[in-house]
């Protein structure tokens, strides 16, 4: 992906700042960990620091010191998970604050200008996301919409620094799915992402829908499944046809004790780690694991020192990235059949992202 | 002081990492941060995770990645903090954990060797630590306590890599202050530290009584005051005499949102800073006030983002540090009074240690 702030080689994973901050880490950490692009959220952003912070900071790259891309999100996901919260007209919808219950409004054109004045890299449009199960009426208004809107916000005037990806719904339902990338595709935008999943189907649905709908987009352009960071998720997508990814997966387990390895992943609260002074992961050449024993990942824990979810994070983003660079270097040595073969997770230890 | 693990120039500020663990700082950090020497604390490492644990991972450098001197304390402040759930008798003290309520002793002999065979460089004596004000019956029982566990903890058998640092006591009392002083420093032991201060009394009356009492310690050795950490306090400190110090506070004061600057404190939660794109100390070259602006931090501590306790941390060591540096570097090149004169810390904004 050629992107105003540098390439993005795919397929890539990227870490998710909510908050223009990836909890725990420092943007020279990120780099270290081989992050290509960060994420942060629309919606988080709009209501805390704000428009006005963020552009008299000189946008957000500079606000949080990462000079790399930036992908936001719209928001969508975030206000549909808001449930009583909010209310969804055909023009937009309109929320209340988690922080301090006041009203907000979102549409296809405030969100696309918020995120071009901010100055990402990547703009998602404003979409309607559904949580699973849901009624087909549900979903095909979700369709619609989305449709609806991605035409708005492709109207909104154009800068040059900001590329707007559509998105792509319609639950489970394949018919619906390839409505919504039919009708998205026609409007060529420069990148597509699949939205409305990871949100309550089984994994097996999840990676069926993602293959079925990656078939139906260009690919020429970017594909991107939304909300998707464990490691048997993202090889099942690049296996699928997707070339990013984000998740607060590999973060948010960092930060509760939980180690992602290609073994399975390890709670760092199991007692018999306590007195286990082999590294992390030894496979692993990150400082974490290069420097410090379970044991002492353990201690920090059971102490509840800042540094546990420090450097779990760190080891969790890139143990993730330096699978995507494999898989990368296997997609180009025309290996990916025998990578994805040797790169079997222990199903019994992953938790769902 | 030429310890085992290095050579540590003084005046210093040994950042204190009371759980093998520095707060919210990597020993990387730490070491970016010019800290020379960190502190970590018997009573917390005896009940976990142990001296099993640290002894089978090869000593505390080894368990907590940090290979220059570490200094243990004795535990004593912290068992006598505990009030009601400790017992004090002449031989020992008995204390019930704050973790899980089980009963432990320590006695002069026990808490020696403990911080021997966990590798301390500096191991402090077991001493009886009193809250003030007290009563000249406590404060009198105190030192001829902390002079016979001295005394006990001298005569455990000396492993080559730790040296043994003797504590006076006497609260404010000058007469018992000397008297303790001076049964100390007949045990010759390589290093002194003036306790039972920063527990209560005010500045004026901590600042008098160290001054006193260093003047009653060896000039050719090592005189540490406990428990001191803020600009102003070390500086008086130095004035006083003194080579060492160490308190939570530069570290506390980072996860709280204050930053440490010589101009006063900053509080990272005022309302002026939201909008201040301006580095946090312009006169700081440490990586936080060149990387971010107030602006950003403030929007950390808002968010209850971890970078926010991690870079005010890091900055509030390395600018104490970056202080004691230009304090060694006056008073090698004799302009004390100079460096004295010139560093005056605003007062009203500081708060007390």
């Not at 199960?133 to 005037?157: D, F, H, I, M």
């Not at 048997?232 to 990814?245: E, K, L, T, Y």
């Amino acid at each position: 992906m050629q992107l105003a702030h540098g390439t993005v080689e795919t397929p890539c994973f990227m870490p998710v700042g909510t908050a223009a901050a990836v909890k725990a880490l420092t943007p020279a950490e990120l780099l270290a960990a081989q992050a290509q692009i960060v994420l942060a959220n629309t919606y988080h952003l709009w209501l805390r620091p704000g428009l006005d912070t963020i552009e008299a900071a000189g946008g957000i790259h500079r606000f949080m010191a990462w000079d790399r891309p930036i992908l936001t999100d719209s928001g969508g996901f975030q206000v549909f998970s808001l449930e009583s919260r909010r209310r969804l007209d055909d023009d937009g919808v309109t929320f209340a604050s988690h922080l301090d219950g006041s009203e907000h409004r979102f549409t296809p054109e405030n969100v696309a200008e918020f995120q071009q004045r901010i100055g990402s890299d990547v703009a998602m449009v404003l979409d309607v996301c559904v949580k699973l199960p849901a009624s087909s009426e549900q979903l095909e208004r979700a369709v619609r919409l989305t449709t609806a809107w991605a035409r708005r916000a492709a109207a909104v005037p154009a800068r040059p620094q900001t590329k707007f990806f559509a998105i792509v719904q319609g639950g489970l339902d394949l018919e619906l799915r390839a409505r919504s990338a039919r009708e998205v595709v026609e409007l060529d935008f420069p990148g597509y992402a699949i939205g409305g999943l990871s949100v309550g189907e089984t994994r097996d649905e999840m990676y069926a829908t993602t293959r079925r709908t990656a078939a139906l987009l260009p690919v020429e352009k970017p594909r991107y499944l939304m909300g998707v960071g464990t490691m048997r998720d993202c090889v099942a997508a690049i296996d699928a046809g997707v070339d990013c990814f984000d998740s607060v997966y590999p973060t948010r387990c960092g930060r509760n004790g939980r180690a992602m390895t290609r073994g399975g992943e390890l709670n760092m609260f199991n007692a018999r780690f306590v007195a286990d002074f082999t590294p992390l992961d030894p496979s692993c050449d990150c400082s974490t694991c290069t420097t410090y024993s379970r044991a002492y990942l353990a201690h920090c824990f059971r102490s509840k020192e800042m540094l546990g979810p420090r450097l779990l994070s760190y080891h969790n983003v890139y143990a993730l990235n330096a699978l995507m660079c494999e898989a990368r270097e296997a997609i180009e040595a025309g290996q990916w059949g025998r990578f994805k073969a040797r790169t079997t997770f222990a199903q019994s230890s992953q938790i769902d992202g």
